[in-house]
C-alpha cells in the first residue's frame, strides 16, 4: 500500500481503527472478494461514526484519489446483493489514477 486512509484526526483511536478497517474492506471487495455481512457490518460502523452524507462524500473521494478505490461501487453491491452473497467489485469499476 503506497498510500494513506483519510482519517480526521478528532476520532478516538477506537473510530480511527474502525475507519481503517471499512477501507480495508473496500480494498478486499476489489482485490478478492469480500463477504457481503462483512462489508455491511463495516460500513454500518463507518455510518455510526461519520453519519452524515456529505462528510461520507468527501472521505469516499479522498480514499479513491489517494487509491483508485471508489468506496460508492463497492457499498451499492450491498444493495444488489443478499445475505450470505459474496461481493467482488470488477475491475472496471476501479478508478485508473
Known sequence: MEYQYPIDYTWSTAEIVDVIHFFECIEKAYEKGIDRDELLAA??????????????????????????????QAVREIR???????????????KLR
Do not use: W
Request: net charge positive; charged share 35%.
Open 43 to 72: 460500513y454500518r460502523r463507518f455510518k455510526e461514526i461519520v453519519p452524515g452524507k456529505a462528510e461520507e462524500k468527501t472521505i469516499f473521494n479522498q480514499f479513491e484519489e489517494a487509491s483508485g478505490y471508489a468506496s460508492y
Open 80 to 94: 444488489h446483493s443478499r445475505a450470505g452473497d459474496r461481493i467482488k467489485v470488477s475491475a472496471q469499476k476501479k
